[in-house]
């Protein structure tokens, strides 16, 4: 096997230089490299205007993680003693959990949906420690939205704050921008993983004018109108630099979700050619960022793993076997988590790309194919 042979489960593509190089003559001329500078005032407008809604909707951070933290503080704060819990799913990425104890909360966590694969935000109104939480967070994983409006009854229901981990949901929001809430933050990932990227960045999504000037506020170690700290903050703040990528790939996103669709029609033909057993999973209900293969059991999983391995095609776990199986989670609370226990055991990511070629897909499915076939029935 050649190098050129190796398909990478996720192989980003950021801006060049020529791309950046007049953002960032810009940002030399100035001098001004970060604190809520020109290019990132222009980010956060443009995307404001991509989703189709007012400036004060998009408020940039650092990353997808201090976009969750800030987010957190804006519209909860810091956890208090009475409700030291947060409730937030087992089935997502290490951040969350990280999240919401950098807040000082809890976490417990609760099992997911088998078919939407988001927390059930109606049996969370009923959960028996919703009356210690002081917080739940609702993922969208693999940028599946959640049920807003079901998340904006359970948090008037219960008056426990609700916010949306949704760092891979930015092509959802583009598609839907109707489910922006006023009530609910939402935190967006800008990683190089993700579709739409500034290298390292995240953006809070929130139609709340007031809430977001806490956002602001917050990401920027709680200062307002003066260096005094005047709430629990932080520094999530993005630089000029980070903006200048994220503008320039806002010039060409267009360009790169046709690239993206081309790429998932090549996925869903693969799949009717070679693929009949099992079950994929595709943009344009995931980010473009993924492709899932669902296999029937944990063992099918295994061999077409080890067999796509073998043949130098990379796949990933995103989620692990969930947050409750790591290490520093393991002492976390939590009812059985079934749901979560199986996507671990039977969902496996393959690779995924604007520019994956054609024929790598196919290889790809005749290994699948070839592995599946070798199984005893
Ligand atoms: C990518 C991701 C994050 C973290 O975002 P960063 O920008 O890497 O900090 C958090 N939650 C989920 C579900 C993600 O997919």
């Not at 989670?329 to 690779?351: C, E, K, N, Y």
């Not at 499915?365 to 199984?375: E, H, T, W």
Request: hydrophobic share 45%; with cysteine; net charge negative.
């Amino acid at each position: 096997m050649t190098a050129q042979d190796f398909v990478y489960v996720c192989r980003p593509q950021l801006p060049d230089a020529e791309a950046i190089v007049a953002y960032i003559r810009g940002i030399d001329a100035r001098r001004h490299y970060t604190n809520r500078g020109p290019l990132v005032a222009l980010l956060e407008q443009r995307l404001a205007a991509a989703l189709g809604r007012p400036d004060h909707t998009v408020r940039s951070t650092a990353s997808g993680t201090s976009a969750l933290e800030v987010a957190i503080l804006a519209h909860a704060g810091l956890a208090r003693p009475e409700r030291p819990l947060a409730l937030i799913p087992s089935f997502t990425f290490a951040a969350t959990g990280l999240a919401v104890e950098r807040c000082g909360y809890r976490a417990h966590f609760v099992d997911v949906d088998p078919e939407d694969w988001c927390v059930d935000a109606a049996a969370l109104t009923q959960h028996p420690l919703i009356g210690q939480a002081g917080l739940v967070v609702s993922v969208a994983p693999y940028g599946v939205l959640p049920d807003m409006a079901a998340l904006e009854t359970l948090q008037d229901a219960t008056g426990v704050p609700v916010v949306v981990d949704a760092a891979a949901a930015f092509e959802a929001l583009l598609d839907r921008p109707e489910t922006i809430s006023a009530k609910l933050p939402m935190a967006l990932s800008f990683h190089a993983t993700k579709t739409f990227s500034t290298g390292e960045g995240g953006g809070i999504v929130w139609d709340d004018p007031a809430g977001q000037d806490r956002s602001v506020q917050i990401a920027n170690f709680g200062f307002f109108r003066s260096r005094e700290c005047k709430l629990a903050g932080t520094n999530a703040k993005m630089s000029e630099y980070h903006a200048a990528i994220g503008l320039a790939m806002l010039d060409t996103f267009p360009a790169r979700r046709r690239d993206y669709a081309a790429v998932t029609a090549q996925y869903h033909a693969a799949q009717a050619a070679f693929l009949p057993q099992g079950r994929l999973h595709l943009p344009p209900r995931l980010s473009s960022a993924y492709a899932l293969w669902e296999a029937a059991d944990p063992h099918m999983l295994m061999r077409v793993e080890t067999a796509l391995s073998e043949a130098g095609i990379e796949t990933r776990h995103w989620y692990e076997a969930g947050l409750q199986a790591q290490l520093h989670f393991a002492g976390a609370g939590r009812a059985p988590l079934p749901v979560t226990d199986r996507l671990g055991a039977q969902l496996l990511g393959l690779p995924m790309g604007h520019d994956l070629p054609l024929a790598d897909t196919e290889r790809m499915m005749q290994v699948m194919q070839g592995a599946l076939d070798a199984i005893p029935a």
